[in-house]
């Protein structure tokens, strides 16, 4: 049981650049997420997904583009890198809201560094 | 929007003390407070959560308090163990679809031998 696997965990990029982080889950989860961790700030929310072929903007969408063809499936999207965008990328999902409580499952994420 | 401030950045406790994270919340709407814990390398995985209508949860060496009122909640750890270093995320919800949370900035706890 793998529970949420993220590609790739390390990579560095040149400023523009494209690139698309895969977010993998075997859990059966109808939701997916996509924060970004930068020191001091925490864990800010760029995109989200309540299920297969939706997609919805978080708190930092911009600059950044999501699909969820398949279920399983979260890709983030990045089509011309910026240096603004060097981050710690982290992927979650969950089952929809029970009894009012959402537990997120994360994966181990994807250190971008964008020179 | 929601906004969750999370105090102290940094926590360095002697093994065996105890160690309180507080954070406050501003939109009263909000209804669910997770604390996650993220060790060094890797994701952060839930180790508590409390609803808007109970005041107060134990899971053997950790609690957490919730005052509405004042709009803030605590984590709290006793008898501290070096294993307990990590950084530790607040979070809340407004118990939307989608289930958004909303985390603080998060806590760096040491815990010394």
């Known amino acids: 049981n793998a529970g949420v696997t993220q590609t790739p965990k390390f990579r560095v990029l040149k400023t523009g650049q494209s690139m698309t982080l895969l977010c993998a889950q075997d859990?059966?989860?109808?939701?997916m997420y996509w924060y970004r961790q930068d020191p001091g700030m925490g864990l800010r929310l760029i995109h989200y997904?309540?299920?297969?072929?939706?997609?919805a903007k978080g708190e930092v969408p911009d600059g950044y583009n999501v699909s969820r063809l398949k279920k399983q499936n979260f890709l983030l999207g990045l089509e011309s890198a910026a240096p603004s965008q060097t981050s710690v990328y982290f992927c979650a999902s969950s089952f929809p809201l029970v009894a009012g409580k959402n537990i997120q499952y994360f994966g181990a994420g994807t250190r971008l560094s964008v020179l | 929007g929601e906004n969750v401030e999370q105090h102290p950045s940094t926590l360095s406790v002697q093994e065996g003390d105890s160690a309180v994270i507080k954070c406050t919340y501003s939109?009263?709407?909000?209804?669910?407070f997770p604390w996650y814990k993220q060790e060094l390398g890797k994701g952060p995985q839930l180790i508590i959560d409390?609803?808007?209508?109970?005041g107060e949860k134990k899971d053997q060496r950790i609690a957490v308090t919730l005052n509405k009122t004042a709009k803030h909640f605590s984590l709290h750890i006793t008898e501290t163990q070096p294993e307990d270093s990590a950084v530790y995320f607040c979070?809340?919800?407004?118990?939307?679809?989608?289930?958004?949370?909303?985390f603080g900035q998060g806590t760096e706890l040491s815990v010394k031998p």
């Open positions: 859990m059966n989860h109808e939701y």
């Open positions: 409390i609803r808007s209508n109970v």
């Open positions: 997904s309540v299920g297969e072929g939706t997609t």
């Open positions: 939109d009263s709407a909000s209804n669910y």
């Open positions: 979070a809340a919800s407004k118990g939307l679809q989608g289930g958004k949370l909303i």
